[in-house]
């Protein structure tokens, strides 16, 4: 009788994106382990990426790297990364990342071409939404096939994430530590460049829109739900941005500030919880449509085609008719006011 081969390695995904990238990464996450029937491995970056993920149930083990630019020898994460690769031995491996920083950091450890199924470098700018990208890169097998299962790919097309009890409880006391009673309505006014960098030259980038007019928005939410009270999300670099939105509505004590108070294991449930979110085209508005808060997002130069969220709730869509040279500050305040309306 001969010799069983030795079982391979749980399948592989890597990705390294940014908030909203990982919340849409969770379609792939469950259709690969679907079809293998086992939970996937992950290689990925950034602070946000494990507070996103590792609740997830398809998730087997999270490999987190620094950079992927930073020369090998002088990048430790990078070794921790070869030095797990080479111990887990062979597996699917699914690439979603097209830099070839990756590609090599993968050979390095052991990976061979014939187990990766790689996302095309062509046709990054084709009308098609990220999930529906993954979908059609999980349902591939590599040259050298793993057995799997047939499995409907399309029951997996709308990302998730998942609050957890210890979550929404902990939430729980700290809205009533804040005294944020009745209906909640968040504002997510910041993106990638003022979590970076505040304010700092971010007037002119295409998804800013003047505090004047979130002020505005928020007088309308208010006026419509007089026990409201007006959440303005973000980072605590962001404290800036969203003070002058706070200012311009006029001190209203139902508009609050909370760039400093919101981990992503407290922005999570509060998004589930909330009455509504308007935001800009940027990773929050993500977890709101995974998590089914009714949605109005304002696009810029980003193609909606492309980028817009989807999810089980309500989503109004707003700009981006211009391409590249769309803006959001030329989304006029009264369609926001309307789109926020219809909602409900």
């Keep these: 009788m001969p010799t069983p081969g030795p079982s391979p390695a749980p399948p592989l995904i890597v990705r390294c ?3 909203g990238d990982m919340v849409m990464l969770t379609t792939l996450m469950r259709l690969v382990s679907a079809r293998y029937g086992q939970p996937v491995d992950v290689v990925s970056s950034g602070g946000w990426t494990p507070p996103l993920l590792e609740r997830e149930p398809t998730l087997g083990h999270l490999q987190m790297v620094t950079s992927r630019k930073t020369p090998y020898l002088l990048c430790p994460s990078q070794w921790a990364l070869v030095r797990w690769l080479r111990a887990r031995g062979r597996g699917p491996v699914y690439l979603g990342d097209i830099d070839p920083e ?7 450890g052991g990976v061979r071409d014939e187990d990766i199924v790689a996302r ?3 046709g990054e700018d084709a009308p098609v939404l990220w999930p529906d990208r993954w979908l059609a890169l999980g349902a591939q097998d590599p040259p ?14 709308l990302p998730r994430l998942v609050v957890t009890d210890a979550e929404r409880a902990a939430f729980a006391q700290w809205r009533d530590d804040r005294r944020l ?3 909640l309505v968040l504002f997510q006014p910041g993106n990638k460049r003022t979590h970076k960098r505040g304010k700092v030259m971010t007037a002119d980038h295409p998804k800013h829109w003047d505090a004047a007019h979130w002020a505005v928005v928020a007088q309308a939410v208010l006026e419509d739900l007089p026990e409201a009270q007006v959440l303005l999300c973000g980072s605590p ?24 108070e919101l981990p ?6 509060l998004i589930e919880q909330a009455h509504s979110m308007v935001s800009v085209d940027t990773g929050p508005a993500h977890a709101a449509a995974a998590l089914g808060c009714p949605l109005v997002v304002m696009f810029g130069a980003a193609s909606p085609e492309k980028w817009r969220p989807i999810g ?7 700009g981006g008719e211009r391409g590249a040279a769309s803006r959001v500050a030329d989304i006029p305040v009264d369609r926001v006011v309307a789109a926020w309306r219809s909602l409900a």
């Design 237 to 260: 670099p962001e404290h800036e941005v969203l003070e002058d939105i706070r200012l311009a509505a006029g001190h209203d004590p139902r508009v609050h500030n909370l760039s400093n």
């Design 120 to 122: 095309p470098a062509a």
């Design 144 to 157: 050298h096939a793993w057995p799997t299962v047939a499995v409907d790919a399309a029951q997996f097309r």
């Design 102 to 108: 990756m590609r090599a950091l993968l050979r390095r």
């Design 264 to 269: 992503i294991p407290r922005l999570l449930p």
């Design 181 to 183: 009673h009745g209906p």
């Design 312 to 318: 089980p709730g309500r989503i109004a869509l707003l």
């Design 17 to 19: 994106g940014a908030f």
